[in-house]
């Protein structure tokens, strides 16, 4: 990857529609939890300045600024100065309306998969502790405020654990992968717009992990 930073954009030169993220330094900088939350709120805003970024994740305007050259050393944010105010108003935009992350190589895959897994054992670690009753109240509190958020469903609606073992044809399996592909992407246009529609409305970044591979042969090795 260049040194440089990307180009600035202009307003006749639209975000392309996929980004493929396979160079190291690009693996690295969209891995980070704080950079991918900048990402996804430049594409809920279109454009941002840091000072409107730290202010939507709750991040220091310093910090946010430092990821922000990061991402675009790494070539996925550029300048907009069509929306600037002036020479030394830096507004930013993300160049591609999504990132489609193919890590080549054993590192480049760990770089993705170490915050990754780490976040999985905390949502697991989490979901666990529903399931047993720990926390601080009593048994009979605990029911009540069950009670109270709608009998038996869960604690927290908006956070589960899932994994699933089943049998399927190749055929199948493709199918599967293909309906899966088409309800996050669904859902994160859908999530988008309703950003646009409502930026005053409370919103977090949420993360869906779906993986789908032959359990005893993750490689798919011939033969299998």
Known sequence: MA???TPARTASRPASDTMVVRDPEALRAIAHPVRQSILVQLAAMGHARAADLAKAIDQPANSVSFHLRVLAKAGMI?????????????????????????PTGDEAA???LRPTLAWLSDVFAHDSCDDEGTDDRGDEARDQADDGAGGDGPRDPGRTFM???ILLAPDEA???????????????ERSLAAARDDSAA?????????????????AGNAGA
């Not at 935009?93 to 489609?100: D, E, L, M």
């Open 3 to 5: 040194e440089s930073t």
């Open 78 to 102: 550029a300048e907009a100065p069509e929306h600037a105010r002036d020479k030394r108003d830096r507004v930013w935009t993300n160049v591609a309306k999504s990132y489609s992350v193919k």
């Open 110 to 112: 760990d770089l993705i």
């Open 163 to 165: 994994l699933s073992t």
């Open 174 to 188: 493709a199918e599967l992968v293909r309906e899966l592909g088409e309800l996050l992407n669904r859902w994160g």
């Open 202 to 218: 409370p919103r977090e970044l949420y993360q869906v992990l779906a993986a789908a591979a032959p359990r005893d042969d993750p």
